[in-house]
């Protein structure tokens, strides 16, 4: 009788069991380390978050440990702590330092090429600037042309139309939005169009022009692209013919090199 007593007393139906655990509660912690263990995975898979990854790490550790220990003092309170916050806080914790290898490999191949993907991107910049500048420069030169037939332009007026121009005024320094994107001169900082007067003279031609120059920064040097519009261009007259005709120079032809002597048999 005592031991179909105590058969009695030890068995409790499926159904008690159940209903005694829906009065449990999930001890203080638990939630809170599979949360940070979870937040700590998804920040060590961005690749940027890894100090946040290891401290959630160390978090949902911490929570987990408090967790078991009220769940183990007060079983008739709290449920069984699952292991979810214990293995994802490890989780956490080692996915950074086997990540990091990996991000370092990345970086070393990713940042040059972004780097000169930048570099390219400005120098493309600049060279569309000094083409729209050089082409601005041809329809001033063009218009002054139809307005004063004969007359030779003035230079320094083909640069004061460029300089008001709106176009050229919505330039914008693709290294340093700061400095200038087109100024008169020769020189500047990278990123900028320089515009000057420039003359020259070869084999008696005197050839005026609207000189561009655009300066760049490629693999840490300074380098220029250039554009020219000719403004107009005179011969030198040494004088005059008989029938009016003017004389210029010719250009002078290089002397045809002497045939080498046979060799002597």
Not at 141 to 148: E, G, M, S, T, Y
Not at 204 to 230: L, N, Y
Request: overall charge neutral.
């Amino acid at each position: 009788m005592l031991l179909a007593g105590h058969f009695v007393e030890c068995w409790r139906h499926p159904l008690e069991i159940y209903m005694s655990d829906a009065f449990l509660t999930p001890a203080p912690g638990a939630k809170a380390a599979k949360l940070c263990g979870i937040l700590a995975i998804v920040f060590a898979l961005t690749c940027v978050g890894f100090p946040i990854a290891i401290v959630l790490g160390i978090v949902a550790l911490v929570q987990q440990a408090k967790a078991k220990r009220l769940a183990k003092a007060e079983p008739q309170t709290y449920l069984p702590v699952p292991a979810t916050g214990l293995v994802t806080g490890i989780i956490g914790l080692v996915l950074p330092v086997l990540m990091l290898p990996f991000v370092g490999i990345v970086s070393a191949i990713a940042i040059p090429a972004l780097l000169g993907q930048r570099e390219r991107a400005r120098e493309m910049a600049v060279q569309a600037m000094v083409e729209a500048a050089r082409k601005q420069a041809e329809v001033i030169v063009a218009d002054l042309h139809a307005k004063a037939p004969g007359q030779v332009p003035s230079q320094d007026a083909v640069i004061q139309a460029l300089s008001r121009d709106p176009g050229i005024q919505a330039f914008k320094n693709p290294y340093n939005p700061s400095a200038p994107a087109f100024k008169r001169g020769r020189e500047g900082v990278p990123g900028t169009v320089t515009v000057y007067p420039d003359m020259e003279e070869v084999d008696g031609v005197t050839t005026w022009s609207i000189k561009f120059r655009g300066i760049i920064r490629r693999g840490g040097q300074e380098h220029s692209i250039e554009a020219e519009v000719i403004t107009h261009t005179q011969e030198k007259v040494h004088g005059r013919t008989e029938d009016g005709w003017e004389v210029v120079q010719p250009p002078v032809e290089a002397p045809t090199p002497a045939a080498p002597a046979p060799a002597p048999n």
